[in-house]
């Protein structure tokens, strides 16, 4: 009888030891969770809350007013300037998005399937993280001698009679904006790129060449699909650091151009902070479903 008591208790024992097993377990993931909760809460949380409530508030030419009007977004949609603003922003996030990735594509497919060499993809690695041994805001001036009526591109040209006259659309323009634009963020599209790209399994390239492809077939039928991860990371880098951008803008197009962030930088200094947190509510909400967009299209857990 003793046995039989002891065989049932010990079940009902088991329950309750995993009670507080499960108590203690309880606490200690919130124990673990806690400083990232904090981190999070205290640099992304509040400060976008912050800037939300601002976004509300009046103000004058001297002051900012706490109150809650619609005022600001009403401005931003009714203004055909935004609208045009906004447009421009996103022209320059295509355009660097498909250049960087068409040559972040070529130089990490290059690094990835044609440099053998370990040290060798080390080395060429390194040389295309040189630019980012200096300042963008060096880098980006370093292409007004290059670029300018007088530079050295123009002068080039002319001296081998290639043009007439020097090309006036080389600085200060559209063009000038963007190839900064490739010049910066390039590396953002190539490093996710090369890193999917090493991690592609050979023999499937090996297995389809014995079947018959081509390197082109190859090149879209395997690698291109195996590399969707990597280009949706690269994307994301460079979408949001386009559209956050306004110092590259205000050099390089000479003030003939502007973009959703250089017209928040000029309602800052204008101490129009109302207007600049919505237009950055706004903007954070655009950038948010360009986002979510690339998201739905790519599982980038794959890559993480």
Request: proline fraction near 4%; glycine fraction near 6%.
């Amino acid at each position: 009888m003793t046995a039989t008591a002891d065989t049932a208790a010990a079940p009902a024992a088991k329950p309750a030891a995993r009670r507080r097993r499960g108590g203690t377990g309880w606490w200690v993931s919130w124990l673990q969770v806690a400083p990232l909760a904090v981190i999070l809460t205290v640099f992304l949380v509040l400060p976008i809350a912050a800037i939300v409530t601002v976004s509300f508030w009046d103000y004058d030419s001297v002051r900012i007013i706490p109150d809650f009007v619609l005022t600001n977004y009403e401005e931003l949609f009714g203004s055909t300037v935004t609208w045009r603003i906004y447009l421009n922003t996103l022209k320059y996030v295509a355009l660097t998005w498909t250049l960087t990735l068409l040559i972040g594509f070529t130089v990490a497919w290059f690094l990835a399937f044609h440099v053998r060499s370990v040290t060798w993809q080390m080395v060429l690695f390194l040389v295309c993280t040189i630019p980012f041994w200096t300042s963008n805001i060096i880098r980006m001036i370093s292409w007004i001698p290059f670029l300018g009526r007088n530079g050295l591109l123009n002068s080039s040209l002319l001296s081998m009679g290639v043009i007439d006259a020097p090309l006036e659309f080389l600085l200060f323009s559209d063009f000038s904006v963007v190839l900064a634009y490739v010049h910066l963020y390039t590396l953002f599209m190539v490093v996710p790129i090369f890193n999917t790209m090493m991690r592609i399994d050979r023999s499937l390239v090996e297995a389809a060449r014995d079947a018959g492809a081509n390197g082109f077939q190859i090149l879209t039928s395997v690698i291109l699909p195996l590399t969707k991860p990597g280009i949706a990371i690269g994307s994301i880098f460079v979408v949001t650091q386009v559209m956050g951008d306004f110092i590259t803008v205000r050099l390089m197009s000479g003030g003939q151009s502007a973009s959703v962030g250089l017209m928040m930088a000029n309602e800052i200094s204008l101490l129009q902070y109302p207007a600049a947190a919505a237009n950055a509510v706004i903007l954070l909400l655009v950038v948010l479903l360009m986002v979510a967009a690339m998201l739905r299209v790519v599982d980038i857990r794959k890559e993480l």
